[in-house]
């Protein structure tokens, strides 16, 4: 029973770099999410998606693309590594309804040097 | 728009202290209303959650209540345990414009307890 699996759980980048964060859940949940966690910010969150083939951005979109081209997967793009990408960064799911609780993978700790 | 305001951290006890940690919420609609915890190095994962006024959401000896009248969902243990040590994380989940749900975090409150 894996969840929602993140890969990878640590990266080092180069300023103007580009990596895609892996996400995938084995749930059949039709929503999917990409929250940046930073100290004092709390969750953020960069993207959505309410199910295969539809994307929409959250509240810090800039510098990030996502796909959602199966149920499954969720993968989240930097285009060109900033500093300020540096975060923890997770991604979560639930079936995507009102009472239904978003189910988070263990994150992704990305420093920008 | 929704938003979920936490009180801020850290709160510090000792062991077998009682706790609450307050939240209160805007919403547009009527909301349900979470609470997820943060162990360190991982990710949230869901503590509680009640989905209308005054239910009541417990679980390993955590409790809240919806109240609607104050919008509020303060989160409370009668005895806490050093394992409770974590980052707590009041949310909301509302049906935006576009008619998805989309969750509202509060900032979280992070909670020490000491032997």
């Known amino acids: 029973n894996a969840g929602v699996t993140q890969t990878p759980k640590f990266q080092v980048l180069k300023t103007g770099q580009s990596m895609t964060l892996q996400c995938a859940q084995d749930?059949?949940?039709?929503?999917m999410s990409w929250y940046r966690q930073d100290p004092g910010m709390g969750l953020r969150l960069i993207h959505y998606s309410v199910g295969a083939g539809i994307t929409d951005q959250g509240e810090v979109p800039n510098g990030y693309n996502v796909s959602r081209s199966t149920t499954e997967d969720f993968p989240l793009r930097l285009l060109s590594a900033a500093p300020s990408q540096t975060s923890v960064y997770f991604c979560?799911?639930?079936?995507?309804?009102?009472?239904?609780?978003?189910?988070f993978g263990n994150g992704t700790r990305l420093t920008v040097t | 728009g929704n938003s979920v305001t936490q009180m801020e951290g850290p709160v510090t006890l000792s062991e077998e202290a009682f706790l609450t940690i307050n939240c209160t919420y805007t919403a547009t609609g009527y909301p349900s209303l979470f609470w997820y915890v943060q162990y360190p190095g991982e990710g949230l994962q869901l503590l509680l959650k009640?989905?209308?006024?005054?239910d009541k959401g417990s679980n390993k000896g955590f409790e809240a209540t919806y109240r609607k009248e104050t919008t509020s969902f303060h989160l409370e243990k009668g005895s806490v345990q050093v394992s409770d040590s974590a980052v707590y994380f009041c949310a909301l989940s509302d049906r935006a414009s576009g008619g998805s749900y989309i969750p509202t975090f509060g900032r979280g409150t992070s909670l020490i307890v000491h032997p």
């Open positions: 749930m059949n949940h039709e929503y």
């Open positions: 979560a799911s639930s079936p995507g309804q009102g009472n239904s609780p978003l189910h």
């Open positions: 009640a989905t209308k006024a005054d």
